[in-house]
Protein backbone atom coordinates (compact mmCIF):
# COMPACT_ATOMS: atom_id res chain seq x y z
CA UNK A 1 0.00 0.00 0.00
CA UNK A 2 2.97 2.20 0.81
CA UNK A 3 4.32 1.71 -2.81
CA UNK A 4 0.97 2.54 -4.57
CA UNK A 5 0.95 5.54 -2.27
CA UNK A 6 4.37 6.39 -3.53
CA UNK A 7 3.48 5.99 -6.75
CA UNK A 8 0.47 7.71 -6.65
CA UNK A 9 2.56 10.99 -5.28
CA UNK A 10 5.26 10.80 -7.97
CA UNK A 11 1.88 10.62 -10.62
CA UNK A 12 0.35 13.61 -8.72
CA UNK A 13 3.23 16.03 -8.57
CA UNK A 14 4.24 15.29 -12.13
CA UNK A 15 0.21 15.69 -13.49
CA UNK A 16 0.47 19.22 -11.18
CA UNK A 17 3.36 20.62 -13.50
CA UNK A 18 1.54 20.40 -16.56
CA UNK A 19 -1.58 22.45 -17.89
CA UNK A 20 -4.55 20.58 -18.84
CA UNK A 21 -3.83 21.58 -22.65
CA UNK A 22 -0.54 20.05 -22.61
CA UNK A 23 -2.16 16.56 -20.91
CA UNK A 24 -5.04 16.87 -23.57
CA UNK A 25 -2.93 17.29 -26.41
CA UNK A 26 -0.48 14.76 -25.86
CA UNK A 27 -2.85 12.40 -25.11
CA UNK A 28 -5.09 12.95 -28.45
CA UNK A 29 -1.58 12.83 -30.14
CA UNK A 30 -0.93 9.05 -28.56
CA UNK A 31 -4.76 7.95 -29.14
CA UNK A 32 -3.94 9.88 -32.68
CA UNK A 33 -1.06 7.44 -33.27
CA UNK A 34 -2.59 4.60 -32.04
CA UNK A 35 -5.82 4.24 -33.33
CA UNK A 36 -5.50 6.19 -36.44
CA UNK A 37 -8.21 9.34 -35.67
CA UNK A 38 -8.25 11.76 -38.28
CA UNK A 39 -11.35 14.33 -39.31
CA UNK A 40 -14.37 14.69 -37.40
CA UNK A 41 -13.10 12.09 -35.41
CA UNK A 42 -10.16 13.54 -33.90
CA UNK A 43 -11.80 16.77 -33.54
CA UNK A 44 -14.48 14.60 -30.71
CA UNK A 45 -11.60 12.89 -29.50
CA UNK A 46 -9.77 15.95 -29.18
CA UNK A 47 -12.47 18.13 -27.12
CA UNK A 48 -13.32 15.11 -24.50
CA UNK A 49 -9.63 14.93 -23.63
CA UNK A 50 -9.50 18.62 -23.02
CA UNK A 51 -13.25 18.50 -21.53
CA UNK A 52 -11.59 15.77 -18.84
CA UNK A 53 -8.30 17.43 -18.58
CA UNK A 54 -9.67 20.49 -17.13
CA UNK A 55 -12.06 18.01 -15.12
CA UNK A 56 -9.18 16.71 -13.64
CA UNK A 57 -7.56 20.02 -13.11
CA UNK A 58 -10.13 20.50 -10.30
CA UNK A 59 -9.07 17.58 -8.42
CA UNK A 60 -5.60 18.08 -8.67
CA UNK A 61 -5.76 21.72 -7.12
CA UNK A 62 -7.51 20.16 -4.54
CA UNK A 63 -6.05 19.29 -1.01
CA UNK A 64 -3.01 16.56 -1.23
CA UNK A 65 -4.61 13.48 -0.63
CA UNK A 66 -3.46 11.06 -3.40
CA UNK A 67 -5.27 8.48 -2.91
CA UNK A 68 -8.24 10.55 -2.73
CA UNK A 69 -7.62 12.13 -5.84
CA UNK A 70 -6.51 9.27 -7.29
CA UNK A 71 -10.16 7.56 -6.94
CA UNK A 72 -11.82 11.06 -8.08
CA UNK A 73 -9.74 10.07 -10.89
CA UNK A 74 -10.33 6.80 -11.89
CA UNK A 75 -14.42 8.06 -11.53
CA UNK A 76 -13.87 10.87 -14.31
CA UNK A 77 -11.29 7.71 -16.34
CA UNK A 78 -14.90 5.68 -15.95
CA UNK A 79 -17.09 9.19 -17.47
CA UNK A 80 -14.63 9.81 -20.10
CA UNK A 81 -14.61 6.02 -21.51
CA UNK A 82 -18.25 6.61 -21.99
CA UNK A 83 -17.76 9.88 -23.82
CA UNK A 84 -15.08 8.29 -25.71
CA UNK A 85 -17.27 5.13 -26.34
CA UNK A 86 -19.62 7.66 -28.25
CA UNK A 87 -17.32 9.34 -30.44
CA UNK A 88 -15.27 5.94 -31.58
CA UNK A 89 -16.22 3.75 -34.01
CA UNK A 90 -16.47 -0.01 -32.73
CA UNK A 91 -13.34 -0.70 -33.70
CA UNK A 92 -11.72 2.10 -32.45
CA UNK A 93 -12.82 2.03 -29.07
CA UNK A 94 -12.09 -1.91 -28.73
CA UNK A 95 -8.47 -0.53 -29.71
CA UNK A 96 -8.36 1.85 -27.20
CA UNK A 97 -9.68 -0.50 -24.63
CA UNK A 98 -7.33 -2.80 -25.40
CA UNK A 99 -4.19 -0.66 -25.91
CA UNK A 100 -5.36 1.46 -22.90
CA UNK A 101 -2.71 0.07 -20.20
CA UNK A 102 -0.09 0.90 -22.87
CA UNK A 103 -1.37 4.39 -23.67
CA UNK A 104 -1.19 5.36 -20.03
CA UNK A 105 1.98 4.16 -19.77
CA UNK A 106 3.25 6.03 -22.36
CA UNK A 107 1.41 8.95 -21.33
CA UNK A 108 2.90 8.96 -17.70
CA UNK A 109 6.43 8.82 -18.89
CA UNK A 110 6.12 11.64 -21.08
CA UNK A 111 4.81 13.77 -17.93
CA UNK A 112 7.00 12.55 -15.67
CA UNK A 113 10.06 13.51 -18.78
CA UNK A 114 8.41 17.00 -18.94
CA UNK A 115 8.15 17.33 -15.64
CA UNK A 116 11.75 16.42 -14.61
CA UNK A 117 13.41 18.69 -17.13
CA UNK A 118 12.60 22.91 -17.50
CA UNK A 119 10.04 23.85 -20.10
CA UNK A 120 11.31 24.38 -23.59
CA UNK A 121 11.90 27.83 -25.08
CA UNK A 122 9.33 27.11 -28.12
CA UNK A 123 7.08 24.12 -28.80
CA UNK A 124 6.98 22.58 -32.19
Known amino acids: MLLLSSAATAQLAALKKTTPQQRATLLTKLMQEKL ?4 DTLQKVSAINLEYAN ?7 SADRPLEE ?7 DEQKD ?4 QAL ?3 QFQQ ?11 FEQR ?5 SSPPAG ?3
Request: charged residues 20%.
Open 55 to 61: KTQTILQ
Open 70 to 76: MREMKQL
Open 89 to 91: SAD
Open 122 to 124: SSQ
Open 82 to 85: AALK
Open 111 to 115: IMQGA
Open 96 to 106: YQSAKQELRQQ
Open 36 to 39: GLSG
